[in-house]
């Protein structure tokens, strides 16, 4: 029987995860990087420079035209959540490591949340956030 090439493709190791993704500013930089591959544009006049405010914590944009704000997270599946971006990437992580899925319960006990807060990250990563923070 021939090799399948899909399953031997080369992944990311938890610890080289971990490396990467293991703090928030982290993750906000690599989100940052997947929605605005150049650089940031204000998305009511498309100026660019954009003062850098701190929100709860979350990286805010906001323009200096018109002083329009823009979340980091807003328009993603991290939009309106008190999780932290850490917690969001590792579920991501997780969820798509699993060679036959991972269950709520599962992903409760590796996260350390809630199960409906599991169930519900559970449903968001695997309907699109995967793709979201390659």
Known sequence: MPMNRIQFQPGLSLPA???QFGADIQCEAALERARWPEEFRCPHCGQADPDILR?????T?????GRVQTS???GTVFQS????LTVWFLAIYLISQAK???SALALKRHLGVSYPTAWLIGGLAAAGGAASCS
């Open 61 to 65: 944009f906001q323009c200096q035209n």
């Open 55 to 59: 929100k709860r914590g979350r990286k």
């Open 81 to 84: 959540t008190h999780l932290a």
């Open 100 to 102: 036959t899925g991972l």
């Open 17 to 19: 995860f971990l490396e």
């Open 72 to 74: 980091l997270i807003i």
